[in-house]
Each structure stands twice: as C-alpha cells, then as structure tokens.
C-alpha cells in the first residue's frame, strides 16, 4: 500500500491514536521513539503477565518455598525478610510469599477458565444467535436481558452459596455473568459484519451457515473477543477476590488473594502488610490484563 | 467500548410499537409503556431464576434456626409454621401473588415484613449510592472536559494514568486502603459505623466520607475515561465540530456547547448499563463499612437463608436496574430530538 | 518575500465579475492592476506527521490569487490536497500539520497567526461550508441557534435583533418557511434545505470569502444546480470571493471563472475557466475531462478513468507526479516541470502538453539553462505580452526552468 489518504491524515490529530502509516517514510528521531512507544505498549503488560504467570506457577516449583499452609503457629506473625520467610508470616505462621504465589495461581486458574468459557460459549452463542436470526435470536436475548437485569454480584454469591465453595464452583458462578457479556457483544458484532457485502457475497454463494460461521464470522469477531476477554480478566480476578472476600470463594486454608485480603481486614490496625502485599499482586495483575486488554483494542479498531 | 450494544428488544416489539403509533402521539409516553411492557417478561424470568437459584440451596430457615441438636418433629414444626413444607412451585407461586398485590412477605428469622425491614435499610443504602454518583459525576466530567481539551497534553495524560489505575482496583482494596490511610494512621474517619442523618448530620456525612470514595473513586475513573475519549473521538471525526469552529467558536465552546451534548448520550448509555455492577459493588462496601443497608440485608439473608427476603431483595435489585435503563431512555428523548420527533 | 502583485492574478483587474470576457483579453502588465487581491495564497506547504512518524506532504507549493466577488474552482482528485490547502485559509488544521508559506487574506497574514486572533477571522473574513450538511450541522441544537451562535460570536446584539437577522439570513438562502424552520432540528430538514442552512451560518458575519469544500458532492443532481445557483447569486449579491472545491470540472466549466487544477498538492493548470475548457494542455486535465461520462458515449462502452494509482504522498516528489499515470511521460519528466504562464493567464506544468506548440515545448526549457532569465520562450502561438512569463513554483526554484530547484 502506497497511498497516504490525506483526509484521514487530517482526521490523525491525537498522536495516540492510529497505527503508523504502512508507506509512510519513517523519520528518524522522535518518530523513532513513537515506535518503540507503540511496542513497549503491548509489551509491558505481556511481559508483567508472564512474568506473574510464571511466578506463579513455575516459582514454588524451581525456589524452595514454603508451603502455604498449615504453617507453624510458633512462627505467626513473623516481619518481613524474616529468615526464610522473605514477606514474613500471617497469623497461622504460613509464608506470605507462599500464599501469595498459591493464590495467584488459583486466581489466574479461575480467571482463565472463566474466560475461556465465556468466549467459547457466549461467544458461540452470540455468533449462532447473531447468524440465526429469529426464534432462536428471540428467545437468547430474552435470557440474556434476564441475566442482565439481575445484579451479577447476588447472582454469583447465590450459585457460589448453593454450590459451596470450591474452586470449581467458583469457576461455574462466575462464567453466569461473563457469558451473557460476551454473547451479546459477539452478537452484535456478527450482526454489523453481516451489513458487509461479503457476507452476503459467502450466503448468496451458497455456502453452508456452518462454514459462514467458522471461516468468515469466527476470524473477524475473534480480535474483538479476544480483547474483550483480557479485560474481562480483571475483571473476574477482582470478583473472584470479592466472592473469597465474602468467604465465597476459594475455601480457607487455602490461599487466594480475596481471602488474603479478608484475613488480613481482621488485623489491619496490627499487621497491614497482611492486606498490602495480597492487594499489590491483585492490583498489578489487574492493571496489565487491563492494559493488554485496551492497547489490542486499540490496535485493532485503528487498523 | 462494548456499550453501544443494541437493543433487540426493540426489534421483537416493533408490532406493539406500531400498534401504538395511532395511540399515543406523545414519544414520551410511547417509550415509558414500551419500557414497561417489556419490563414484564424481565422481571418474571428474574423471579424464576432467584426462585430456583435460592431453593436449590442446602439447608433452609428452619434447620438453621433450630440448630443441628434438633429433632425432625420440631423441624418440621418450624418448617410448617414458615410455610417451608410446601412444594416449591406452590411457594413460588405464593411469593409472585404477593408480590403483585404489594406483600413482599415476611422474614423466616425475624419474622418481620420484609417492607419494613427494606424501609429501615433503603435510606443508607439510597444515601451512599446517591453521594457516590454524585461524587463520580461531578468530578469525571470536568476532568474529562479538561483532558480532552488538549488530548496528550500533561493535565491529560495525568488524569488518564490515575484513571486507568483506579479503574483496575478492586473496590475492596481501595476500601480498605483509605481505612488503613483514613481511620488507622490519620485517625480522622472512623472506619466502620454508620450515624442516621436523622441524628447528626455532621457525624453521618463523617461516617460517608470513606464508604462514598471507595465506592466512587473506582466509578468516576471508569467515566472519566469514557468521556475524555467519547470527546476526543468527537472533537476529530465530527463535522459540526468543524462548523463550530469556522464560525469562529472557541475551543471551550465547541467543547461544552457542541462535543459534550453529544457525548453525553454515551455517558448516559453508560451509566445505565452500570447500575448492577453498581449494586453489587455498594454490598460489598457496605459489608466492609459495616453500614446497616440492603447489602448487610442480603448477606445475612442469604447466610441465615432467609430466602424471602433475598428473593424481594433482588427483585428490588431488577426493578432498579429496569427503572433506571427506563430513565436513560427518557433522557435519550429529552437530550436527542431526533428522538423526540420520533424520526429515528 | 514581498508579493508581486498582479504576478497570480489569473484574470484581468478591468474584467466584469461574472461575465466572460474575450478569451484574448490583453494580459494587464506587472504592477498597473488597481488594488491588491482580497486573497493571495503563495508557496503553500502543509505536511502531516503521522503518528508512526511518517510523514503526509499534502500541499507542496500552492499559489495563487483571488480576487473580491469571483469564484475560483480548485479542482483535484481526492488527496490532491485540495480541501487541505482551503482548511489552511480558515487555521482549522489538525496540530498535526506543519503550514508553511504564506497566505494573506485582505492583506493580513494568516500563516502563523495566533488561534486568538485566527478565531475572530473565522466567519468575518473567511467561511466555509463542508461537503455533508447532514454530518456538518449540530444534531442536538436547533437550526436557528446555531446560526444565531454565529451571529452573537462576532456581534454585540440581543438575542431578538440575532434572532431577526438569522432569519434574514434564512430568506437569503431561500429557505421556505424561515421563520417557522428557525425552530427546527437539522434532522427535520432535507439535504439541500441543510446546505442552505449551513450557508446561511456561513454568511451571518458577512465574510469576505466563503470556501465551499465539495459543498454539493453529498446531494443530487437538482439540488446541486440549486445550490451552485445560489452560491452565484450570492456572490453577485454580496461581492464576496468564493472558492469552490471539487472533483467535479464540469461543475467548474459551469459556474467558476478561474481554475486551478491540482495535483500531488500542486497546482498543475490554471487559468480563467473559458481559457482552460478551450483549450486543455496539462495531460491530467484531459484525463479528468475524460473521466466525465458522456451522454454521446457508446452504449455499453466501458467508462473512461485514468489508470494507475494516486501518487504517494510520503514522499516529496523528484519528477513529475503524474508521470506514472501519463500517456505522454518521456524521459525529461524525470524533472519536475515548473508552473509557467505560457500563454497568456493560462499557467501549466507539463513538459508535453496538448495543443500546438506541444513539439516545441520542451525546446526553449531545455536551452534555457540554469538562469532560466528567457523563460519559456513559447512558440509561435504566444503573444509577445508574456514572453516574460513568471513561475509560480517555490522561491527556490523560481526562473529556474530547469526543474533543479528541488531542496
């Protein structure tokens, strides 16, 4: 591609916005740095989540790290860079560092899979209701007002109830909200990508619905998914966090971040660090899925 | 964004619509018994859901109540006397005619009407999610207007740093850092507690401080962030934008007199569609303040499994998320006269 | 530099507005036109920076003049840097854009020109009216007030007079029922009755210069030739200058008197419209002309466009642009051919233009040299009034018939 439009040369007036022009002749200097800037954008917040991830997971297997529970009692309350505990010990004597690994893990785990079950059911769903039309539209989307109408909070909190508190179940009450997120916005978007003429140029063709589906429909709502569920990730991370908070979610001894958090709230005047440092991994997650999450959004919509 | 999701229930409606066309010649009013019409099915599949989500739960009021020491002749006394012996579609049933006559029942622990004990919560609840809004209103939207004033100048990428963090924490966090900051260090706030206005205003406003940011400060970076790009988006794609400024306007004048009324459809979108994340958000807050309002209700309701009043609880919920989604409509009306004169 | 005045003057000073004078009217000598341009564009550069860092050179080198009470044509494909060069006139380009060169409207400079200052411009001196009336008019506000915006922008009166002149305006642009249209939302009007309003806004402040940017492109056909039909009008009526943008020539055949035809964000023809449509010599203009179908065409023949792609823009040109896509290109169009008047009024750039005197036309630049001082001496054809013909080209490059002047 050769060709600079210039009216949409006029339209570039934020400088953040918009990809660098594939022709255009790259200017040392500043522009230069512009692209970098563009780069570290993405890559910041992947490198943030792979180096959490593999913390994570990898960590407690490659560094000898205490285990994160049934600590011992004698050892409660220990300060940071204690020996061998480098974040000190919570009121049962178990290694902050420790949970605080564990519990990311079971966090990214359910966050993961949340969203993997939403993109691949709601967004499954969207996309058939979308291609569908009709009935089937009809009758998904009132199910889905219905879920929408209901505050997901007290929804989650109900499921998680009737279900106890497990990971599993944790996993099952939260894809009830994030499902009907995606399926509406993968069927909106299948609905807009309908208005284009090569989807009607693919059905008048005679291509089977199915193929639609998967070769023309999939790939290009795909980005839109994709980015949707990064920042979802966030998202489920903090409500994952509010149903342990709530003693919902992951069942104590076990760690996650939310039941940190809720422990921690007990002793805050004494030991705020107990809150701290659980918050900080939180935080620090949720920033980059949210980072990634929008900067591919934005990459996406401008090319 | 994600907002602009559209409605697809006008689509299904659109034979009622039609029907009301020779009717009602005011849109206002068109809108309201469209909205509400539709509102029916909603809130009957909300029923069904809460209904069947709460009775599948383990364990009822009357086990909970009497303790694991009791016998079975005395549960199912209890169980009797609540009405929990009846099949679960007869008590489903019995719940949505009281509804609909206006008795929403009484508590299976209290055994107060589930009326009274919403009326004695409702104004905390209704005062924390009121100062909230207002709060994250009254501070995103200068910002925003300021911000995109110039786009990638300093004001603007500050605001935008703290707004992209502040949107990424968690409620809880925030909470319990402006405690520790607030209450523990500074001891300026109190942590917990809350004052009726009814008996000092200076301390419940005090008691308001802390629960209304942490509920706030999260809302007003996410709407901040919407509308700093919304105007953005405006000032460089619009054309009227563009007229604005050949007649010679200023830039705080295309800014307030053009961009900001049509980028306030997306707020107000946006806004709607956030009440029930808003809802679940303020029982989290309310739990951590130990404030007296619908959460702490629904909490102990769902823990003592006192599902009446869970199940008007969230029937509340529903009707506020609808009602509200009923209000963004009309501002549509009133804000958007191509609405209004019923061409679109 | 100090502007020459009568040295873009494309028509003579003595020519009645709106008439079409004698295509042979004698040239007026250098110095002797009576009053100064209302609008004298020299050596316009706009350049884009891209976010990537690229960069867009829209305009490379526009000059011209306008004269009070004529339309001027600037015609051009699209990216031909002809909306971008009449956003300049009116400061309203993006902080992306580098302007450089010079444009004096009525004698003020505006390049350069503080966006206080530029802001009082707005709508007094120079106004403009935008392609779609359906995106360009305020959805949420209704007609009246925004032309009363306008009014109160630059005036000291209250609302009622405002409110009285506004719908003054609205009978200038002969909107049926303006007193009861003032109420109306942009939504409640149609296509052409949302030009006229936005003309209407155009006018409220009287501008000595109104830019209409492809004013008709978005409506059809009858209310186009309303449109335009008004504009003249206008123009006759209140003595302003109008330059009309459009890819549209025939539309410049029908109601402009000079053209500028650009291309690559340079102006490659120019001359008053009767001169030009008698007698075409830039190869792009033919193409242009060309791509107009016509009603006398074959049935089912297929219709005329001009191949290849639009030039590059991030690139600053070394040879003639449009030589890609020209039939006539030969080796010499590695240069860049400098604007001359070779005939008189009737400027081009091209080594190999149409007409008689084509064979010749690359002779006397050739033999020119570097000092360039003879100029094009052009054949036969050319009336000894313009042996000393002018280049409209940068300074850099000005008299150097040789095309080396490129920085």
Redesign the interface.
């Known amino acids: 591609m050769a060709v600079v439009d210039v009216d949409s040369a006029i339209a570039q007036g934020d400088p953040e916005k918009g990809p660098p022009a594939p022709g255009a002749a790259a200017a040392p200097g500043p522009a230069r740095r512009r692209v970098w800037a563009r780069r570290l954008q993405l890559g910041v917040p992947i490198g943030l989540i792979v180096l959490i991830v593999l913390a994570c997971f990898l960590g407690p297997v490659i560094f000898d790290v205490p285990r994160p529970t049934n600590g011992d009692i004698l050892e409660s309350g220990l300060p940071m860079f204690s020996d061998g505990h480098l974040l000190g010990t919570d009121q049962n004597g178990n290694d902050i560092l420790s949970r605080l690994l564990y519990g990311g893990r079971a966090s990214l785990f359910i966050a993961v899979m949340v969203n993997l079950i939403g993109v691949v059911v709601g967004g499954g769903l969207g996309a058939l209701s979308g291609q569908l039309g009709g009935a089937f539209d009809t009758v998904l989307m009132r199910i889905l007002d219905v879920f929408i109408a209901f505050p997901s909070l007290v929804l989650t909190l109900a499921v998680a109830q009737s279900l106890g508190a497990s990971v599993r179940n944790t996993i099952f009450a939260l894809s009830f909200f994030s499902i009907p997120a995606v399926a509406r916005i993968s069927r909106s978007a299948v609905l807009r990508l309908r208005e284009l003429p090569f989807m009607a140029a693919a059905e008048l063709s005679g291509t089977p619905r199915w193929r639609v589906l998967l070769r023309h429909i999939a790939p290009n709502i795909g980005p839109q998914l994709l980015s949707f569920a990064m920042l979802n990730m966030g998202v489920v991370i903090i409500i994952e966090g509010a149903l342990s908070f709530l003693g919902l979610g992951i069942p104590p001894p076990d760690p996650s971040w939310g039941n940190m958090i809720f422990d921690g709230q007990q002793s805050l005047t004494a030991t705020p660090w107990l809150v701290v440092w659980p918050s900080i991994a939180l935080m620090v997650t949720v920033i980059s899925f949210n980072l990634l999450g929008e900067n591919l959004r934005s990459l996406w919509s401008s090319r | 964004m994600t907002l602009a999701s559209t409605p697809p229930r006008a689509a299904a409606l659109t034979w009622l619509s039609g029907a009301w066309a020779g009717v009602s010649s005011s849109p206002i009013l068109r809108i309201i018994i469209k909205r509400l019409l539709m509102a029916i099915p909603i809130m009957l599949g909300v029923s069904i859901l809460t209904f069947w989500v709460l009775a599948s739960i383990p364990g009822n009021a009357a086990q909970l109540q009497l303790g694991i020491n009791a016998t079975p002749e005395q549960i199912a006394t209890l169980e009797k006397q609540l009405g929990l012996d009846q099949p679960a579609i007869q008590r489903y049933l019995d719940w949505l005619g009281g509804l609909l006559t206006g008795d929403l029942g009484r508590s299976s622990v209290s055994s107060q009407p589930v009326t009274s004990l919403i009326a004695d919560r409702l104004p905390v609840s209704a005062e924390l999610v009121g100062l909230a809004f207002v709060l994250s209103l009254a501070v995103s939207i200068p910002v925003a207007l300021v911000s995109a004033r110039r786009p990638g100048g300093i004001i603007d990428r500050i605001a935008m740093v703290i707004a992209a963090t502040g949107q990424s924490i968690a409620n809880y966090v925030l909470a319990l850092l402006l405690v520790l900051i607030f209450a523990v260090k500074a001891g300026v706030l109190p942590a917990i507690g809350f004052t009726p206005i009814s008996e000092d205003l200076g301390e419940n406003l005090k008691g308001m401080v802390l629960p209304t940011l942490a509920l706030a400060f999260p809302l007003m970076c996410f709407y901040t962030r919407f509308l700093r790009s919304d105007l953005v988006d405006q000032l460089q794609r619009e054309d009227y934008v563009d007229t604005a400024r050949a007649k010679g306007a200023g830039p705080w004048r295309v800014l307030l007199r053009h961009a900001f009324r049509n980028s306030s459809f997306g707020l107000i979108t946006l806004v709607g569609l956030n009440v029930s994340v808003l809802i679940g958000v303020t029982v989290i807050t309310e739990q951590i303040f130990a404030m007296p309002g619908l959460g702490q209700l629904l909490l102990q309701g769902i823990n003592t499994r006192d599902f009446v009043v869970v199940q008007d609880l969230v029937i509340l919920f529903a009707a506020i998320t609808v009602v509200v989604n009923l209000i963004v409509d009309l501002l549509y009306v009133i804000l958007d006269p191509r609405i209004r004169y019923g061409s679109r | 530099m100090s502007a020459d005045p009568a040295l873009t003057d494309v028509r003579p000073a003595d020519a009645p507005a709106g008439g079409t004078g004698p295509a042979d009217a004698p040239t007026a000598s250098p110095g002797t036109a009576p009053g100064a341009p209302l609008l004298s564009v020299r050596d316009l550069r706009v350049m884009?920076?891209?976010?990537?860092?690229?960069?867009?050179f829209?305009v490379n080198g526009l000059s011209y003049e306008l004269r009070a009470g004529r339309m001027l044509a600037i015609i051009g494909e699209?990216?031909s840097?002809k909306?971008?060069s009449s956003?300049a006139i009116?400061g309203?380009?993006?902080?992306?854009?580098t302007v450089t060169g010079s444009i004096r409207l009525d004698g003020t400079e505006i390049v350069g020109m503080p966006e206080r200052r530029l802001?009082?411009?707005?709508?007094?001196q120079v106004?403009?009216i935008?392609?779609?009336p359906t995106?360009?008019?305020?959805?949420?506000?209704?007609i009246g007030l925004?032309i009363t915006?306008?009014i109160h922008?630059?005036n000291k009166i209250d609302k009622k007079a405002a409110r009285a002149r506004a719908i003054e305006l609205l009978k200038l642009v002969r909107l049926p029922a303006a007193e009861r249209r003032f109420h109306d939302?942009p939504?409640?009007l149609s296509g052409g009755m949302r030009q006229r309003v936005?003309i209407a806004?155009?006018l409220?402040?009287n501008p000595k210069l109104l830019i209409a940017d492809e004013a008709t492109t978005a409506l059809d056909v009858t209310t186009q030739a309303q449109i335009m039909e008004l504009l003249v009008d206008l123009r006759e009526q209140l003595g302003m200058a109008v330059i009309m943008i459009s890819h549209d020539l025939g539309l410049a055949a029908s109601y402009a008197q000079d053209v500028v035809v650009m291309y690559a964000g340079k102006a490659v023809e120019q001359a008053p419209a009767e001169k030009l449509f008698a007698r075409v010599r830039m190869p792009y203009t033919r193409a242009l002309l060309g791509a107009i179908p016509r009603l006398d065409a074959t049935p089912h023949s297929l219709l005329p466009v001009i191949g290849g792609?639009?030039?590059?823009?991030?690139?600053m040109p070394t040879s003639c642009p449009f030589r890609p896509r020209c039939p006539v290109a030969s080796d010499q169009c590695a240069e860049i051919p400098p604007l001359l008047e070779h005939e008189p009024e009737h400027r081009w750039a091209c080594w190999h233009p149409d007409g008689p005197g084509a064979a010749d036309q690359a002779a006397p630049v050739a033999a020119a040299g570097a000092g360039g001082a003879a100029g094009p001496a052009v054949a036969s054809a050319q009336p000894p009034a313009a042996a000393g013909a002018k280049t409209l080209t940068t300074p850099g490059r000005a008299g150097s018939a040789t095309g080396q002047g490129e920085r």
């Open positions: 884009f920076t891209r976010p990537g860092g690229g960069r867009v829209a699209s990216g840097g909306s971008v956003r009116m309203l380009l993006p902080p992306s854009a802001r009082q411009l707005r709508g007094t106004a403009m935008f392609q779609d995106r360009s008019l305020n959805p949420t506000m209704r925004q915006e306008a922008l630059h939302y939504h409640q936005m806004i155009a409220a402040c792609q639009p030039p590059n823009l991030s690139v």
